[in-house]
């Protein structure tokens, strides 16, 4: 089955400092997607990113950026000079077709805590 | 366009109590979903639908049942409901199923 694993539990970083969310999955397909979405803590779901297997290059969007490495199963996300809005809980997340069922399989999320 | 919307936003249910979780969206997507996030857990899928007339059941669909009679409304309908159920519900829609999914406000569900 896939699966998708976010090691770190919880980060805190000051203000400033980059920080790195791991993601690592497990998935048995050859071509598929990977997503992050943000949840601040006011509760809802912020679509971040949709990345292809296909495109491994690294993907930037102002201070957020993303690398996608299939040789060990990972997709990184990386905020350069984080700012107090980052502060939320950041969610990795794999998409499953079996014959007829679909599937999002969700890591656990690691909860991002800057300080000012 | 107001996207996904979700009512009610909060509820507090009796043990043994039903109810109906409404959703709907305006974006004319194809495919919806329901979860539930439980404290510190990332999303689990209840059920989904991949359009008018066609659910089909997630990970945990266990005390639950949809229906899809419409594109704009996907309800999640609680029988009898158990503590077990105490989570926050998302609904969620997109064009595709590998597309990017836009998500509802979440309805904060208690039962005690």
């Known amino acids: 089955a896939q699966k998708v694993t976010q090691a770190q539990t919880e980060i805190s970083v000051v203000e400033k400092e980059d920080v790195t969310l791991d993601c690592v999955y497990e998935?048995?397909?050859?071509?598929?997607?990977l997503f992050w979405y943000k949840q601040p803590p006011s509760g809802e779901l912020v679509f971040l990113i949709r990345?292809?297997?296909?495109d491994e290059q690294n993907e930037i969007s102002g201070r957020y950026s993303w690398n996608f490495q299939k040789s060990t199963s990972s997709f990184n996300f990386t905020i350069t000079a984080s700012q107090v809005v980052d502060s939320a809980v950041y969610f990795c997340?794999?998409?499953?077709?079996?014959?007829?069922?679909?599937?999002?399989?969700w890591g656990a999320g690691t909860k991002l805590i800057i300080k000012p | 366009n107001a996207g996904v919307t979700q009512t009610p936003k909060f509820r507090i249910l009796k043990i043994g109590q039903s109810m109906t979780l409404q959703c709907a969206q305006d974006?004319?997507?194809?495919?919806m979903y329901w979860y539930r996030q439980d404290p510190g857990m990332g999303l689990k899928l209840i059920y989904y639908?991949?359009?008018?007339?066609?659910?089909d059941k997630g990970e945990v669909p266990n005390g639950y049942n949809v229906s899809r009679s419409t594109t704009e409304d996907f309800p999640l309908r609680l029988e009898l409901a158990a503590p077990s159920q105490t989570s926050v519900y998302f609904c969620?829609?997109?064009?595709?199923?590998?597309?990017?999914?836009?998500f509802g406000p979440g309805t904060r569900l208690t039962v005690l």
């Open positions: 990345r292809n297997s296909f």
């Open positions: 974006m004319n997507h194809n495919y």
């Open positions: 998935t048995r397909d050859t071509t598929y997607y």
């Open positions: 639908s991949v359009g008018a007339g066609i659910t």
């Open positions: 997340a794999l998409p499953e077709k079996r014959d007829s069922n679909y599937q999002l399989i």
């Open positions: 969620a829609s997109s064009t595709e199923f590998y597309n990017e999914q836009f």
